[in-house]
């Protein structure tokens, strides 16, 4: 048995970009073959991986799966809009959701599901040659209803919860109409005082109301958070199936629970 030093172990991960434990390791199953070690590894998966993990992903897909009453959301992101369009990438968010779909916990499960699909994980990094990082994972056992939307590729994905007397297609409807919308809350009771008072703030500084009377100025305020609401809630917007209706009055039955969109590769 080759004995296994230090400089052996740090030339193995400066070729291979590995842990050290798992260089050690490789060199000592193969009698400290330097060659069949680096073979070892990316068998392994280890060497092409750890050398790709500190790339930048920026691309990626977001993938949806409702299985029975449960609604699922992933975000993959990998380095090259070439990779999220792979054949191969796109097969694998799409069965990450129904995996994560079937799971029995609800909430964010990030950190369940990176640990979990480790192994599946490594096995797309050496198909596709890229990094490949699972970001966000989420499930809900829903109030009411789960429905989901995909749209442009899976650059932009959203999940929503809908109980009520509502009518069949709704659902689906309204998770396109937040894809294309993008609001921030449900209603105006979900926003936060801290966040109307901002935008009061910033109402109360327009050069338009200076002169203005304070009782005439406190309604023009109430007007233009009225307005903001009406771009920044859900309820309160313009259905964009139909632009004579807002949200609200689009299925009066309806009671939207919460919702979910995503963008690739957006801050969170």
């Known amino acids: 048995m080759a004995t296994i030093t230090a400089a052996m172990v740090k030339d193995l991960r400066e070729k291979t970009g590995a842990g050290m434990m798992d260089c050690k390791k490789a060199l000592s199953e193969a009698d400290g073959?330097?060659?069949?070690?680096i073979d070892n590894l990316r068998k392994a998966g280890i060497a092409k991986q750890e050398k790709k993990?500190?790339?930048?992903?920026?691309?990626?897909?977001?993938?949806?799966?409702?299985?029975?009453?449960?609604?699922?959301?992933?975000?993959?992101?990998?380095?090259?809009?070439?990779?999220?369009?792979?054949?191969?990438?796109?097969?694998?968010?799409?069965?990450?959701?129904?995996?994560?779909?079937?799971?029995?916990a609800t909430g964010d499960?990030?950190?369940?599901?990176?640990?979990?699909?480790?192994?599946?994980?490594?096995?797309l990094v050496l198909n596709v040659g890229e990094n490949v990082q699972i970001r966000r994972a989420i499930r809900w056992?829903?109030?009411?209803?789960?429905?989901?939307?995909?749209?442009?590729?899976?650059?932009?994905?959203?999940?929503v919860d809908v109980a009520g007397a509502t009518t069949d297609d709704f659902g689906r409807k309204l998770a396109m109409h937040i894809a294309a919308a993008s609001p921030s809350y449900v209603s105006s009771d979900d926003v936060p005082p801290e966040a109307i008072?901002?935008?009061?703030?910033?109402?109360a500084a327009l050069p338009d109301l200076a002169n203005k009377p304070e009782n005439i100025k406190e309604?023009?305020?109430?007007?233009?958070?009225?307005k903001w609401f009406e771009d920044v809630c859900l309820v309160k917007q313009t259905w964009v199936h139909d632009s004579d209706k807002s949200v609200e009055k689009a299925d009066p039955g309806a009671k939207i629970v919460r919702f979910a969109r995503w963008q690739v590769g957006e801050e969170l």
């Open 33 to 37: 073959d330097m060659e069949a070690a």
């Open 53 to 104: 993990a500190g790339r930048a992903t920026t691309e990626g897909r977001i993938a949806a799966c409702i299985d029975g009453n449960a609604g699922a959301l992933v975000e993959v992101l990998c380095e090259t809009d070439f990779v999220s369009g792979n054949d191969v990438f796109s097969s694998f968010c799409d069965s990450l959701a129904a995996r994560v779909a079937a799971m029995d």
């Open 109 to 123: 499960l990030v950190a369940q599901v990176q640990e979990a699909e480790k192994a599946a994980l490594s096995d």
């Open 141 to 159: 056992q829903p109030e009411g209803e789960a429905s989901s939307y995909i749209h442009g590729a899976g650059k932009i994905g959203v999940l």
């Open 197 to 203: 008072a901002k935008e009061k703030e910033i109402a």
């Open 219 to 226: 309604k023009i305020l109430e007007g233009k958070i009225r």
